[in-house]
């Protein structure tokens, strides 16, 4: 799992998601069923933001026995609850609601709310259930490269990604993103899924940072800088495009939860498939040379293989048939900014952390993997394979690209 010359080293890679990101547990659970049963951590480089972030270190964590940590993540995404992860009683969505009323109405003299929602009951769920000092553990005796997790500082206006390593992988600093090695903890994974205006912010080191997808243009780059020539992506967006509105058809003005849920869905996975589409075009520029004619930059540069796996199905669709499973204190807040329309399920299906909906979508990532489950497994195991293997509609749209 070393990235020396002419070694593969395999990264995971996990965007976030809020609560997509149990279909990313069922890809997983997927893989471990196909590998040997007491493997240990398959992946030289992990790393992962916001939802992503979580699986990330408890992968970590447990690097020792893949099987086991994999377990551990399918108990805790299909027992979830809401309350498991943010206040959803009565009377901290009242006070919730009343706060953002009052500071709006006086013109921010009562003080603005520092989120929509409180996830304190996260931040104790993970305290419970995630070692940090083991990640340490696994890289000393050799079971990981590399982990990081991505948070995004208000202040600097940069993309930071924390990372733990082993001693051969130094920081970097590249145009509004840096890699920071630190020993990662708490504070960095609730930074990490710290979405914006929905959880507060943390403070890190003087600065506060938020969720990593906000200034992460590059998703895939950490794990590059990390070491990485193979990566694993597992997202949480398929790409079935909406149908065209009728222009004829008289629409009402987009709601607040309607233009929540789009930002997510931006925020979450269009970095993720434009760093996909730029190195789509770098590995091409690459190939076209031969190796003995590479010079300059060019001698310096490798190509990086990437498998994609992502929902065969619309998770809107899935969470608008779990709709009634969110609390109803939530309820009735979304339905005070909007979110009552079968259009503002993309919002929904980010925060429905409900186990009915989770294992749905673990079921569904279990699925998806098994459909392709001799490249996974010949992909993780460093075999040779095309340089991109993705979904159809992606490997079309990344395989015709062209200088325009």
């Not at 222009?247 to 996909?276: C, N, R, V, W």
């Not at 608008?320 to 919002?347: D, F, M, Q, T, W």
Request: with cysteine; aromatic share 6%.
């Amino acid at each position: 799992m070393t990235s020396e010359q002419g070694k593969r080293t395999t990264a995971l890679v996990l965007p976030g998601g809020g609560a997509r990101g149990a279909f990313q547990v069922g890809v997983l659970k997927a893989l471990a069923e196909l590998l040997p049963r007491a493997v240990s951590n398959p992946f030289g480089v992990i790393s992962g933001t916001s939802a992503g972030a979580v699986n990330t270190v408890v992968l970590a964590a447990k690097a020792r026995r893949f099987r086991v940590a994999v377990a551990e993540l399918e108990r805790v995404w299909g027992h979830f609850h809401c309350n498991h992860v943010y206040r959803t009683d009565h009377l901290t969505m009242l006070g919730s609601s009343l706060h953002w009323l009052a500071a709006i109405v006086t013109g921010g003299l009562v003080g603005m709310p520092k989120s929509l929602l409180d996830n304190a009951p996260l931040r104790a769920l993970l305290s419970q259930n995630v070692r940090f000092p083991r990640i340490r553990d696994a890289l000393d005796k050799g079971l990981l490269d590399a982990v990081a997790v991505t948070a995004a500082g208000y202040g600097s206006a940069r993309s930071t990604t924390f990372f733990e390593a082993t001693g051969a992988h130094t920081s970097w600093s590249r145009t509004k993103r840096v890699g920071i090695e630190a020993d990662l903890n708490l504070d960095h994974l609730m930074a990490s899924i710290a979405v914006p205006m929905i959880f507060p912010p943390v403070c890190i080191g003087g600065e506060y940072f938020g969720d990593g997808a906000m200034r992460q243009a590059t998703p895939l780059s950490p794990a590059i800088h990390l070491g990485a020539n193979r990566i694993l992506v597992i997202g949480v967006r398929n790409e079935i495009v909406d149908q065209a509105p009728d222009p004829h058809e008289p629409k009402g003005h987009p709601t607040f939860a309607q233009i929540a849920g789009y930002m997510l869905d931006t925020l979450f996975m269009d970095g993720l498939y434009s760093d996909l589409e730029r190195m789509t075009r770098i590995n091409q520029l690459i190939d076209s040379v031969p190796q003995e004619h590479r010079t300059g930059i060019l001698k310096d540069m490798r190509p990086v293989d990437t498998m994609v796996v992502v929902p065969s199905e619309d998770l809107r669709d899935i969470a608008y048939r779990h709709r009634k499973e969110l609390p109803v204190a939530l309820r009735l807040l979304l339905r005070g900014i909007g979110g009552r329309r079968r259009s503002e399920n993309r919002l929904l299906s980010y925060l429905l952390f409900e186990r009915a909906f989770t294992r749905e979508l673990i079921d569904l990532g279990y699925r998806d993997a098994m459909a392709v489950k001799d490249e996974l497994l010949a992909f993780v195991r460093g075999d040779d394979v095309p340089r991109l293997f993705a979904p159809a509609w992606l490997r079309h749209d990344l395989s015709t690209i062209h200088s325009d």
